[in-house]
Every structure is written in structure tokens, then in C-alpha cells.
T-cell receptor, first 112, second 114 residues
């Protein structure tokens, strides 16, 4: 079993839809959670960074962490064609090697 | 803004060649990382470094080496390139070892080995 599981998609939705992207993980020691967005042929860019359980909102994006279920989500409201990208979840332990553990990434397409 | 730059966006090399990929960050970060990204396999950590002249093996170090002579620069070396090293290579940096922090990525180098 992988430490972090993420449905690779692809996921295709119409413009304006609410998108939900999810990851599950097995190591309960993870404390910091991130979402990266990666456009085609580019490097990943940090989208959201959350600590422990709860919600964090930034514009049209909301990151949610449920540590009891070992489940994190990214919601995109009013999705736009420019949101079409691969979304990677990542997480890190509070101590140690500072290595990020990534999900496989979900490829998202927003259709105009 | 953190800026991580990589020496080449696209590179084509022949089997057996020695290949150097360079990465520079301008935010005085202590930690630097090299990944490769392949379809269906996600990002895999090759090597990382906490400080000048220090290096640690990641999950897939075979066939690679690294060099960190200056804090801002981290080089990935393919001693004898092989076709199975055709991939997207990504460099990243983060603040320092004691701090669990996010990583900032460069634009990537797409390497093709013929």
C-alpha cells in the first residue's frame, strides 16, 4: 500500500462546476499538508499549505484536512478553464528528513 | 518570491554521455532536492542536501550523483546516461532542516536520452 493514495483521474468537468480532489494517507504522523498545481510541462507550484485538521480557504480554493479519517481534500469553486492542470497532494512529517511524500496527481480538465 | 531556476528546459543526450543538470535558488534555503517525474509513477526523490557538501540518498539514487559546493546551487549528475533515465527532472528547495516546510520547485528539465 502506498503511503499516499490519489486518484489519477483524468477528471473532466464543465466550467463553473465545483471540483473535489482527494487524497488518503496511511501514516497518522503526517502533520503538514500541501496541494500543488502543475501545468503541462511546468514545475509544480504551491497552491495551499495547511497544518493538521481543519479548513483553509484562499479565494476559490478550499483545503480540508480530516486527520481522524486520514483524508485531505481540495475544493475548487466556480472552476475556470485556467484551472486545468494536474493537482498533486503532498504531506510531510513534523520532524526528520523533511521529505515530502506525494500523491500521484489528478489530471483535471475544465471544459468551457 | 522564491525563485528556483534550472539550467535547461530541454536536453537531448546520447547513451553513455555524462550529463549535468544544475539548479540554483535565490532564497538562502538550506535544503535542496532532486526529483524525477514519470507518467504513472509520480514524483520520486533522487537525492537531497541539507547543507553545502552534504548529500543524502533519496528513494532512487542509482545511476545518479549530486554535488553541492555552494549553498544556492545543487547539481545532479548522470555519470553514464541510459535510455531509462529519460524523464522530467525537477529541483526543489525548502527553508531549513529543522523546519517542516513546503518545497518550492523549479520549472523542470525534460531530458531525453537516445
Amino acid at each position: 500500500q502506498k503511503e499516499v493514495e490519489q486518484d489519477p483521474g483524468p477528471l473532466s468537468v464543465p466550467e463553473g462546476a465545483i471540483v473535489s480532489l482527494n487524497c488518503t494517507y496511511s501514516n497518522s504522523a503526517f502533520q503538514y499538508f500541501m496541494w500543488y498545481r502543475q501545468y503541462s510541462r511546468k514545475g509544480p507550484e504551491l497552491l495551499m499549505y495547511t497544518y493538521s485538521s481543519g479548513n483553509k480557504e484562499d479565494g476559490r480554493f478550499t483545503a480540508q484536512v480530516d486527520k481522524s479519517s486520514k483524508y485531505i481534500s481540495l475544493f475548487i469553486r466556480d472552476s475556470q478553464p485556467s484551472d486545468s492542470a494536474t493537482y498533486l497532494c503532498a504531506m510531510i512529517l513534523p520532524q526528520g528528513a523533511q521529505k515530502l511524500v506525494f500523491g500521484q496527481g489528478t489530471r483535471l480538465t475544465i471544459n468551457p | 518570491d522564491v525563485k528556483v531556476t534550472q539550467s535547461s528546459r530541454y536536453l537531448v543526450k546520447r547513451t553513455g554521455e555524462k550529463v549535468f543538470l544544475e539548479c540554483v535558488q535565490d532564497m538562502d534555503h538550506e535544503n535542496m532536492f532532486w526529483y524525477r517525474q514519470d507518467p504513472g509513477l509520480g514524483l520520486r526523490l533522487i537525492y537531497f542536501s541539507y547543507d553545502v557538501k552534504m548529500k543524502e540518498k533519496g528513494d532512487i539514487p542509482e545511476g545518479y550523483s549530486v554535488s553541492r559546493e555552494k549553498k544556492e546551487r545543487f547539481s545532479l549528475i548522470l555519470e553514464s546516461a541510459s535510455t531509462n533515465q529519460t524523464s522530467m527532472y525537477l529541483c526543489a528547495s525548502s527553508l531549513r532542516r529543522e523546519v517542516a516546510d513546503t518545497q518550492y520547485f523549479g520549472p523542470g528539465t525534460r531530458l531525453t536520452v537516445l
